[in-house]
């Protein structure tokens, strides 16, 4: 069979290793399936299918550690999982019968009891019979918090099988961000994740495993493996299974390329995926550590896991270069662009041994085959420099406006005139327009600018139904979210003071009180209005709506800390964190749960925490987002010396120019607003079936639906009709005095700002901010590191 496209050069960091044990796993395995019901009989597998993919030679390469028994376990799961995978296919996908899938799915959670020593149903299938089976063997010796994760990540790697099948029904083909975010579930890799925990030993703390540097590491290690196996099993999926969920076969549709393209522009965003493990192992972990104040046991645990990921990479990849399930050298290919080494190997079983050219400098041995790849490649580490050499305040001229696709209508709210001028006069109440103590006396914002942010047009359309008291609620928080973050760089960017940021954060914590009780005495204007807004808006909730809120202004917050770190180390993020983080720093979360606070007592909150519900949230969020990118490029690019814009992240990521980059991120938000347009019309549907809802719950929910609508159409009407991000405008803004941060950040409708302003003071005389590239504080004064050749002046 001709080979559809030739694999790419792997950036692979971390040499394979063999655990020693394999064989033993590998009998083991095969005596458990066939007790299992796996083999002979089942319709699904024969002896020949489960020697050939030899998962024993999997699990050795990903685990090379264990001992012998750890090492059966964990092949005996991924022999149970892969049997799954075809069991799926064979008996739901080909007959695309989607209520018998989800009446199977349903039953499988029974076999995986929170307490070990309660009951399971009486197994039906080869499936259920090793779940059953493995569970008791696996969770006795684990915490509640791991059990609790492990049982999640495996009823996810299950129930989106429906989420395929769904998609394979109607032919749709995913976009690249819905199907990264749906991949980590199906896909599985979070579920080895945890099993990683398991291996080596070493439980990530349950202090930490919430947090971003934890969830980046396991979503980076997932989209890695997922993105690999999609190389691999392009022609496997593709050409003889009819599947539609294949990265290369989404960035081929999305991208209109050829199918060789699509897989380079695969491989380039698995190895980018690689180095945001790393970058975020090497600059996050140790602030993590002393923020939770890790004793040494438990941080050399989680340095312990991040290995094990390691090691599941590099594995991973051997035994796809190894196993006749993919396509590589032995089947049909025409070689692995890497070593010659590589190559002689790939499609070979472990029970075969390869002979690559002795040198007296090769590692050599059993299990270090894989160390002949080399380390990175030339396509690599020029986009590694690409992120990192940006050089800013460019001139770019004013923002490139494409044709946007909006298929909603724009409706205002009646109660806007009287909205601009209440804002007004709270600004000034809470003291957002005068001097700031801790500027020296110098201003965040002025009148002026409050007014040509007119964030009272913004509430207006995200809630034209709203009565005056919430229209005025949400421009003071649309107020204050923009505000905020254009303190933080103010204050913190420019001198890099992140401590000073994380006390700022955790103290704001103190105007948020869950019990909506008393505040401490605010400092500054920043904390008086957060307090008045909060004693406003959380007042009236319910306890676990009051969390939830505050936990969406604490999640926006944090993120500004994230565009602080990644401005200190001038890094143009990776394109998946910062679709996943800009959600963050825009305040996505916020402004919608304001949507839906009427609505949640009719509605179970299961619903919202389910798949359709986040997919159709994201989808928004992420047009919103990418539409303030678009309009806001020459204000951060240009005036603020900014990397984050999801624009540049595009240009940085496929090395185009600027009409090439706008063009894209506008193909992105189409589909991504054809994706909530889908979701809305053919999942929410089943959804209210699935959950068996009510005639109300449904109205409130088709009502959400109608909210986020508004909220997109007025986010679009407030960028086209407000002066924030016209030239005029930003040459106005870049003379104001020293002590203004430059960047108007990426607060609710803002542009993700954490620039330093180089440009501020240039035609008042007063003293400029320093660039972020040069050195500040107490003797650097006469340093005068010139900037960067092309900076603008």
């Given at each position: 069979?001709?080979?559809?496209?030739?694999?790419?050069?792997?950036?692979?960091?971390?040499?394979?290793?063999?655990?020693?044990?394999?064989?033993?796993?590998?009998?083991?395995?095969?005596?458990?399936?066939?007790?299992?019901?796996?083999?002979?009989?089942?319709?699904i597998?024969?002896?020949?299918?489960?020697?050939?993919?030899?998962?024993?030679?999997?699990?050795?390469?990903?685990?090379?550690?264990?001992?012998?028994?750890?090492?059966s376990?964990?092949?005996?799961?991924?022999?149970?999982?892969?049997?799954?995978?075809?069991?799926?296919?064979?008996?739901?996908?080909?007959?695309?019968?989607?209520?018998?899938?989800?009446?199977?799915?349903?039953?499988?959670?029974a076999?995986?009891?929170?307490?070990?020593?309660?009951?399971?149903?009486?197994?039906?299938?080869?499936?259920?019979a090793?779940?059953?089976?493995?569970?008791v063997?696996?969770?006795?010796?684990?915490?509640?918090?791991?059990?609790?994760?492990?049982?999640?990540?495996?009823?996810?790697?299950?129930?989106?099988?429906?989420?395929?099948?769904?998609?394979?029904?109607?032919?749709?083909?995913?976009?690249?961000?819905?199907?990264?975010?749906?991949?980590?579930?199906?896909?599985?890799?979070?579920?080895?994740?945890?099993?990683?925990?398991?291996?080596?030993?070493?439980?990530?703390?349950?202090?930490?495993?919430?947090?971003?540097?934890?969830?980046?590491?396991?979503?980076?290690?997932?989209?890695?493996?997922?993105?690999?196996?999609?190389?691999?099993?392009?022609?496997?999926?593709?050409?003889?299974?009819?599947?539609?969920?294949?990265?290369?076969?989404?960035?081929?549709?999305?991208?209109?390329?050829?199918?060789?393209?699509?897989?380079?522009?695969?491989?380039?965003?698995?190895?980018?995926?690689?180095?945001?493990?790393?970058?975020?192992?090497?600059?996050?972990?140790?602030?993590?550590?002393?923020?939770?104040?890790?004793?040494?046991?438990?941080?050399?645990?989680?340095l312990?896991?991040?290995?094990?990921?390691?090691?599941w990479?590099?594995?991973?990849?051997?035994?796809h270069?190894?196993?006749?399930?993919?396509?590589?050298?032995?089947?049909?290919?025409?070689?692995?662009?890497?070593?010659?080494?590589?190559?002689?190997?790939?499609?070979?079983?472990?029970?075969?041994?390869?002979?690559?050219?002795?040198?007296?400098?090769?590692?050599?041995?059993?299990?270090?085959?894989?160390?002949?790849?080399?380390?990175?490649?030339?396509?690599?580490?020029?986009?590694?420099?690409?992120?990192?050499?940006?050089?800013?305040?460019?001139?770019?001229?004013?923002?490139?406006?494409?044709?946007?696709?909006?298929?909603?209508?724009?409706?205002?709210?009646?109660?806007?005139?009287?909205?601009?001028?209440?804002?007004t006069?709270?600004?000034?109440?809470?003291?957002?327009?005068?001097?700031?103590?801790?500027?020296?006396?110098?201003?965040?914002?002025?009148?002026?600018?409050?007014?040509?942010?007119?964030?009272?047009?913004?509430?207006?359309?995200?809630?034209?139904?709203?009565?005056?008291?919430?229209?005025?609620l949400?421009?003071?928080?649309?107020?204050?979210?923009?505000?905020?973050?254009?303190?933080?760089?103010?204050?913190?960017?420019?001198t890099?003071?992140?401590?000073?940021?994380?006390?700022?954060?955790?103290?704001?914590?103190?105007?948020?009180?869950?019990?909506?009780?008393?505040?401490?005495?605010?400092?500054?204007?920043?904390?008086?209005?957060?307090?008045?807004?909060?004693?406003?808006?959380?007042?009236p909730?319910?306890?676990?709506?009051?969390?939830?809120?505050?936990?969406?202004?604490?999640?926006?917050?944090?993120?500004?800390?994230?565009?602080l770190?990644?401005?200190?180390?001038?890094?143009?993020?990776?394109?998946?964190?910062?679709?996943?983080?800009?959600?963050?720093?825009?305040?996505?979360?916020?402004?919608?749960?304001?949507?839906?606070?009427?609505?949640g007592?009719?509605?179970?909150?299961?619903?919202?925490?389910?798949?359709?519900?986040?997919?159709?949230?994201?989808?928004a969020?992420?047009?919103?987002?990418?539409?303030?990118?678009?309009?806001?490029?020459?204000k951060?690019i240009?005036?603020?010396?900014?990397?984050?814009?999801?624009?540049?992240?595009?240009?940085?990521?496929?090395?185009?120019?600027?009409?090439?980059?706008?063009?894209?991120?506008?193909?992105?938000?189409?589909s991504?607003?054809?994706?909530?347009?889908?979701?809305?019309?053919?999942?929410?549907?089943?959804?209210?079936?699935?959950?068996?809802?009510?005639?109300?719950?449904?109205?409130?929910?088709?009502g959400?639906?109608?909210?986020l609508?508004?909220?997109?159409?007025?986010?679009?009407?407030?960028?086209?009709?407000?002066?924030?991000?016209?030239?005029?405008?930003?040459?106005?803004?870049?003379?104001?005095?020293?002590?203004?941060?430059?960047?108007?950040?990426?607060?609710?409708?803002?542009?993700?700002?954490?620039?330093?302003?180089?440009?501020?003071?240039?035609?008042?005389?007063?003293?400029?901010l320093?660039?972020?590239?040069?050195?500040?504080?107490?003797?650097?004064?006469?340093?005068?590191?010139?900037?960067?050749?092309?900076?603008?002046?």
């Amino acid at each position: 069979m001709t080979q559809p496209f030739q694999l790419p050069d792997f950036y692979m960091p971390y040499p394979a290793r063999l655990n020693p044990h394999v064989q033993e796993a590998r009998e083991h395995s095969t005596q458990w399936a066939r007790e299992m019901g796996m083999l002979e009989g089942s319709g699904i597998w024969e002896q020949e299918d489960l020697d050939a993919h030899d998962y024993a030679l999997l699990c050795a390469y990903t685990h090379p550690d264990c001992s012998g028994a750890e090492l059966s376990l964990i092949t005996d799961w991924y022999v149970w999982v892969f049997f799954f995978d075809d069991h799926f296919l064979e008996t739901f996908k080909r007959s695309q019968d989607r209520a018998a899938g989800k009446a199977y799915l349903d039953r499988l959670p029974a076999f995986m009891p929170m307490d070990p020593g309660a009951g399971t149903p009486e197994p039906t299938n080869p499936v259920e019979a090793g779940l059953a089976d493995l569970w008791v063997r696996t969770v006795p010796s684990m915490s509640a918090d791991w059990r609790a994760r492990f049982r999640e990540s495996t009823e996810n790697l299950l129930n989106e099988s429906l989420w395929e099948l769904s998609n394979i029904n109607i032919d749709r083909i995913p976009n690249p961000v819905e199907y990264i975010e749906m991949r980590r579930k199906v896909g599985g890799a979070p579920w080895s994740a945890g099993l990683v925990e398991h291996a080596v030993g070493a439980e990530v703390p349950a202090v930490i495993a919430g947090s971003r540097p934890m969830r980046v590491l396991r979503d980076a290690f997932s989209d890695a493996v997922h993105l690999r196996n999609d190389l691999f099993s392009y022609q496997r999926e593709i050409e003889e299974e009819g599947e539609l969920s294949n990265g290369v076969l989404v960035l081929e549709t999305f991208l209109g390329c050829t199918t060789q393209e699509a897989a380079d522009s695969v491989n380039e965003l698995l190895t980018s995926r690689l180095r945001q493990f790393e970058n975020t192992t090497l600059t996050e972990l140790g602030p993590l550590f002393a923020e939770h104040g890790l004793d040494p046991a438990a941080c050399a645990g989680v340095l312990a896991y991040v290995k094990g990921l390691q090691d599941w990479q590099s594995g991973g990849h051997e035994w796809h270069m190894r196993s006749s399930r993919y396509m590589n050298g032995a089947n049909g290919a025409d070689g692995v662009n890497g070593s010659d080494g590589a190559n002689a190997a790939g499609g070979r079983t472990g029970q075969e041994a390869t002979a690559a050219a002795w040198s007296p400098f090769a590692l050599s041995g059993l299990g270090v085959s894989a160390a002949n790849l080399p380390l990175t490649t030339g396509r690599a580490e020029a986009a590694r420099a690409r992120g990192f050499s940006h050089v800013p305040f460019q001139r770019t001229g004013p923002s490139l406006l494409p044709d946007f696709f909006m298929p909603f209508t724009l409706r205002l709210s009646p109660h806007l005139p009287a909205a601009r001028r209440n804002l007004t006069d709270w600004a000034h109440r809470m003291g957002i327009l005068e001097p700031q103590p801790d500027l020296s006396g110098a201003q965040v914002w002025d009148e002026h600018r409050l007014l040509a942010a007119d964030l009272p047009l913004c509430a207006a359309g995200i809630h034209p139904d709203g009565s005056p008291d919430e229209l005025d609620l949400t421009s003071g928080w649309l107020a204050w979210g923009t505000y905020a973050d254009d303190y933080y760089p103010a204050v913190f960017g420019r001198t890099r003071d992140l401590a000073g940021a994380r006390a700022c954060n955790a103290r704001l914590g103190a105007f948020m009180p869950l019990d909506a009780g008393p505040t401490p005495a605010p400092a500054n204007a920043l904390e008086r209005s957060l307090a008045d807004l909060w004693g406003r808006t959380a007042g009236p909730m319910e306890e676990s709506a009051r969390r939830e809120f505050r936990q969406s202004i604490e999640d926006m917050t944090a993120s500004w800390l994230w565009e602080l770190a990644n401005q200190t180390q001038h890094r143009i993020p990776d394109p998946v964190d910062y679709i996943e983080m800009r959600r963050h720093t825009f305040g996505s979360d916020l402004t919608m749960s304001l949507c839906r606070l009427t609505r949640g007592r009719r509605v179970p909150p299961e619903i919202y925490r389910s798949g359709p519900v986040r997919s159709l949230e994201n989808a928004a969020m992420d047009y919103a987002t990418l539409l303030n990118d678009v309009f806001s490029y020459q204000k951060e690019i240009e005036f603020e010396g900014e990397v984050h814009n999801g624009v540049l992240v595009v240009q940085n990521f496929f090395d185009c120019d600027y009409p090439t980059g706008v063009a894209i991120v506008n193909d992105l938000m189409t589909s991504r607003m054809r994706q909530f347009q889908h979701v809305a019309e053919h999942e929410f549907p089943v959804l209210y079936d699935d959950f068996d809802l009510g005639p109300e719950a449904r109205e409130a929910m088709d009502g959400y639906v109608g909210e986020l609508r508004d909220w997109m159409t007025g986010i679009m009407n407030w960028h086209r009709e407000v002066p924030r991000y016209r030239e005029n405008e930003l040459r106005r803004a870049a003379r104001r005095p020293a002590g203004i941060g430059g960047g108007v950040g990426a607060g609710i409708g803002a542009g993700a700002g954490t620039g330093a302003g180089a440009a501020s003071g240039a035609a008042s005389g007063a003293r400029p901010l320093a660039p972020w590239y040069g050195p500040t504080g107490l003797g650097t004064s006469a340093a005068r590191i010139p900037a960067p050749a092309g900076a603008r002046p």
